[in-house]
């Protein structure tokens, strides 16, 4: 390994990152299995399952796709073994405010080798998106962790009615896939609720799934496993977004062959959710999400969504797709971003004459790393 | 080959790059020549752990940066690799446009033979302070070519005289380095000229400014005033590196790419008295290392705030730098000849 080459311009501030007092809106609806595993077989899946020991599917046992809608007041990088080198260390030099939006889609990781079945098998989420609105934010995500970020103008408000939320995603793309087509600053995505409930406005309440949680028993439930986060995570097996361990493909293009690839590797990193409060639901018949399924942002959309293909590609027509969630709801919390790994680093090609680089791998289960660390084993 | 896995994340611009109609705003001052070394040396002459075959040293003739501001009305990647992936088979639709503002310095490239010996003397671009408005340009330039680019506000605008060009560029960083310093957009560069020249090129006025003229007519040769004042093909290099995800201080990939920019069709060539040329750089602590260590603009004293601007986030003391030659023009440019020159580490 070599010394990273550290400058202002480099834009990376280096995780963890410590997030209080954030604010999560989360809208959960049904996902198309079978688009998530062709997602999975592209970005995580690369060449011969046996020879690589691991395969992802898509988590019949959690069928959503949850988007999730985050105010970071403060984001303070708290690092202490990488320092900026011009004197001050990363907790100490300020904190960045940003709005992110992104979809998490969860994934069930298996060993398809007897020897690796049980030790490589994990559940993880892939995050086919991420909208930030802070520019070294973007950069980070996608150099450091290989993360799908994307630099936006995200713009969060109340709606109509006292206490109801919404949303508006502006992004850089093409409005088609025609000839000349420039790029522009385009609407992405729109989310509209009614008030939290309860209320007396909106649709019909017996129709939503929050009345089930209008009831004081299960309402002191949530906000007793809401104070003990780490306990909800342990009895959803990690389905609940309470510690969201992530994986992404990192890659390193070949700068004469952009088509070429110089490095591949699985990057995991952890969204622990502490300090939960204030949890309360949306009447998600009163939920209106708002896609804008057009020219370059096609694509994306049809990862978490069951949308048929688009028939003429070099259309400008903007398609606004409108639907309702099957749950909506609302939190506070305080979000550590840590434990950032490389799962698996794919052998890639090197060329003619050239044997492939070298391959590696660390992609124990979460529940056998404390064995591994008690025999002493360490990190290649 | 390993095919690169291409998603909607990464569905940026692929080089080759073609741009139309760029305009150009060029602006040179002296720069140090143990500035510049001191900057090879840290991102091209180091050994990690061998080094690369290739020296890098700040010129003898001349040491000078270019600050130059760019507006791209329309650029498009030739390459067809974006377009097949979504199915049409035809010309390009990832077109763009954006501002960029970056400083640029020529050095010297040798190359180092097993017997240490220097040769192949080439003239080469570093780009060690680079801001784009387009976010698109910015993951492809720092991904691809590994350019630091930075995104930033840039706002070109008529100045106040006819003919003449006013600039600031903000961008996103810490006005002062303290754990309740929230980030914001900061003011980095206020720049304006005055109308253009009548005539040429504007006589030297002192014989220091003569001297800085040979020095950098020799280093770019063969000046051509109908063919453009900056060679017609620059050599850029830069260091592309990624970080290990686990252990941040260390690099996954680390190399030294280089790249060429053609400029072809040059016209509408004008120049500026550089004395009307107001170029002040604003001091904060995130600009801090740019501007103290390659620019070599001193930490302020207790000077009040030099703003050039009224307006929220102004109130920061400028750095003013003394231009030697201002010039603009339109023309056309294509951006290719991407190569790795050196991968450190590979196995």
Known sequence: MIPYVQSIACQQVPPPYHFPNVT???????????????????????????????????????????????????????ATNVGPGWGTSYADGGYVKQKEVFVALPLMRYGTRPETAFIKSAIEWAL??????????????????????????????????????????????????????????????????????????????QDSL???????????????????????????????????????????????????????????????????????????????????????????????????QIADPFSTEDRKLSFTPTAAFRFNATIDFDQMRTLHTFPVDQGPGRPPSRGNDDMLSPWLRPLRGFFGGARA | M?????????QQSLPPWEARGVQSWCFLFPLSATAIQRYLDEYFNFAHPEPAPFRFSALAEAQFGCLTISYYPVIASTNKA?????????????????????????????????????????????????????SSVVFATREIVGIDTMHATINLRPGRAPGSLHVDTQFSGFKTFSPTTAEGPLPFLHLETG?????????????????????????????????????????????????????????????????????????????????????DFMWSASAEQILSSFLQLGRPGDEKASAPHEGPGWDLVGRQVKIKVAFAYTNNAVYDQIETLHTFGAE
């Open chain 2, 82 to 134: 974006n377009m097949l992936r979504y199915g049409p088979q035809t010309t390009s639709w990832d077109h763009l446009s954006y501002n960029e503002m970056y400083v640029a310095a020529p050095v010297l490239c040798n190359r180092v033979t097993p017997d240490n010996l220097l040769v192949d003397r080439q003239i080469v671009w570093i780009q060690p302070v680079v801001m784009c408005d387009n």
């Open chain 1, 210 to 308: 929050w009345t089930l949680f209008s009831s004081s028993v299960v309402g002191q439930s949530i906000g007793a496993l809401g104070g003990v986060s780490n306990l909800i995570d342990a009895m959803s097996a990690g389905l609940t977004p309470t510690a969201m361990q992530t994986v992404s493909l990192k890659q390193i293009r070949d700068a004469a062959d952009p088509k070429r690839a110089l490095h591949q590797s699985l990057i995991s990193c952890r969204s622990k959710y502490s300090n939960m409060e204030n949890f309360k639901f949306y009447n998600e018949n009163d939920v209106k999400i708002t896609i804008h399924d057009r020219g370059s942002f096609s694509e994306v959309f049809r990862v978490a969504l069951n949308l048929p």
């Open chain 1, 24 to 78: 999560v809106n989360a809208f959960i609806w049904e996902a198309s299995m079978t688009r998530i595993q062709a997602y999975c077989d592209e970005y995580f899946n690369l060449g011969d399952p046996i020879e690589r020991g691991f395969v992802y599917k898509a988590a019949s046992i959690w069928p959503y796709a949850t988007l999730l809608i985050i105010d970071y007041p403060e984001m303070i990088a708290t």
């Open chain 2, 195 to 279: 109308s253009p020249l009548p005539g040429g090129l504007p006589e030297a006025a002192t014989r220091e400014d003569k001297a800085f003229l040979e020095g950098l007519f020799g280093v770019i040769g063969g000046v051509d005033l109908v063919g453009g004042v900056r060679p017609t093909t620059t050599r850029l290099i830069s260091l592309k590196q990624f970080r290990d995800a686990y252990d941040l201080r260390l690099a996954t990939y680390q190399a030294i790419v280089a790249s060429t920019a053609t400029h072809t069709d040059v016209s509408d060539l004008r120049f500026f008295d550089p004395k009307e040329v107001d170029l």
């Open chain 2, 2 to 10: 390993t095919l690169f896995r291409e998603s909607f994340a990464t």
């Open chain 1, 128 to 205: 086919p998106f991420i909208i930030v609105q802070n520019p070294m934010s973007s950069v980070c995500g996608r150099e450091m962790l290989g993360l799908e970020k994307l630099l936006a103008e995200i713009t969060l408000g109340g709606g109509d009615y006292p206490d109801a939320f919404s949303a508006n995603v502006k992004l850089p793309g093409w409005a088609s896939l025609r000839p000349g087509e420039v790029q522009q600053i385009m609407p992405f995505l729109e989310v509209v609720t009614g008030p939290a409930t309860p209320t007396f406005r909106g649709s019909a309440m």
